[in-house]
């Protein structure tokens, strides 16, 4: 079970939104890259990074940040993005700056052909990143929730070549209310390729309940703030990860 701590950054500081609003942001530290070394140091295998002014820009907004955290830890673990990629040019730049994975949220919705050729271009390096209320898509940083089941479009995204879905329950997100295991369950049975939780991680049960569901498809999740708030100990968190499902 992967935890991974979530990286996400704000004109080039490190924040947490609470349910993916600009105007409800905390900053955590204006040093993105000593943040990416602290959690490597407390055992983090991957790292999450989200260019929010990106999100909303659709093109990349934090590229200086996020060239600095991959320069600090890129070598050492995976680090995966998400947040204003729009175009193959950008997804070539990045994954030769020593990206692992881009995660292509709104303009897969939106764009399924890009998402298509994206994963023809950089197979093994494509993420989609699906956000949802009630079981329907929503795009464009949240605004806008389409008539989309999440289901029918992960199927159709697993038959492109992602390699893996993030799903986030959005209204959860930064609430400290719990995974919504259910959903995120319930998806990752209808498919093959792995599903990633995201959304509402409070504390040390929502890891044993996730690691309790592991050989079901679920092979992390986005750790963001409960690890920031302290609610969680990432240390402790991974390591009883580790302990229940090696």
Same mark, same amino acid.
């Given at each position: 079970?992967?935890? #991974?701590?979530?990286?996400?950054?704000?004109?080039?500081?490190?924040?947490?939104?609470?349910?993916?609003?600009?105007?409800?942001?905390?900053?955590?530290?204006?040093?993105?890259?000593?943040?990416?070394?602290?959690?490597?140091?407390?055992?983090?295998?991957?790292?999450?990074?989200?260019?929010?002014?990106? !999100?909303?820009?659709?093109?990349?907004?934090?590229?200086? !940040? #996020?060239?600095?955290?991959?320069?600090?830890?890129?070598?050492?673990?995976?680090?995966?993005?998400?947040?204003?990629? *729009?175009?193959?040019?950008?997804?070539?730049?990045?994954?030769? !700056?020593?990206?692992?994975?881009?995660?292509?949220?709104?303009?897969?919705?939106?764009?399924?052909?890009?998402?298509?050729?994206?994963?023809?271009?950089?197979?093994?390096?494509?993420?989609?990143?699906?956000?949802?209320?009630?079981?329907?898509?929503?795009?464009?940083?949240?605004?806008?929730?389409?008539?989309?089941?999440?289901?029918?479009?992960?199927?159709?995204?697993?038959?492109?070549?992602?390699?893996?879905?993030?799903?986030?329950?959005?209204?959860?997100?930064?609430?400290?209310?719990? #995974?919504?295991?259910?959903?995120?369950?319930?998806?990752?049975? !209808?498919?093959? #390729?792995?599903?990633?939780?995201?959304?509402?991680?409070? *504390?040390?049960?929502?890891?044993?309940?996730?690691?309790?569901?592991?050989?079901?498809?679920?092979?992390?999740?986005?750790?963001?703030?409960?690890?920031?708030?302290?609610?969680?100990?990432?240390?402790?968190?991974?390591?009883?990860?580790?302990?229940?499902?090696?």
């Amino acid at each position: 079970m992967l935890l #991974i701590p979530a990286i996400d950054l704000k004109d080039g500081h490190c924040v947490r939104l609470k349910q993916g609003d600009m105007d409800q942001s905390t900053i955590f530290s204006d040093d993105p890259a000593a943040m990416a070394r602290s959690w490597v140091d407390k055992g983090a295998r991957r790292l999450h990074l989200v260019d929010l002014n990106g !999100a909303f820009a659709g093109k990349p907004k934090n590229e200086s !940040a #996020i060239r600095k955290i991959l320069l600090e830890v890129g070598s050492e673990v995976d680090v995966q993005l998400g947040g204003g990629i *729009r175009d193959l040019d950008t997804i070539e730049r990045y994954l030769d !700056a020593g990206l692992r994975y881009v995660i292509i949220g709104t303009a897969a919705v939106k764009n399924p052909g890009f998402l298509q050729d994206a994963c023809t271009a950089f197979g093994g390096h494509i993420i989609v990143g699906l956000d949802a209320k009630d079981g329907k898509v929503a795009t464009d940083g949240w605004s806008k929730l389409t008539g989309h089941e999440v289901t029918d479009l992960a199927k159709k995204f697993q038959d492109y070549g992602v390699e893996s879905v993030i799903y986030t329950d959005i209204g959860r997100d930064g609430m400290l209310s719990g #995974i919504n295991m259910d959903a995120t369950v319930k998806l990752a049975r !209808a498919l093959t #390729i792995p599903v990633i939780a995201s959304g509402g991680l409070s *504390r040390m049960a929502d890891i044993e309940a996730l690691c309790a569901v592991e050989d079901e498809g679920v092979e992390g999740v986005i750790c963001g703030r409960s690890i920031y708030s302290g609610d969680l100990d990432f240390e402790a968190a991974q390591a009883r990860a580790d302990e229940l499902n090696g």
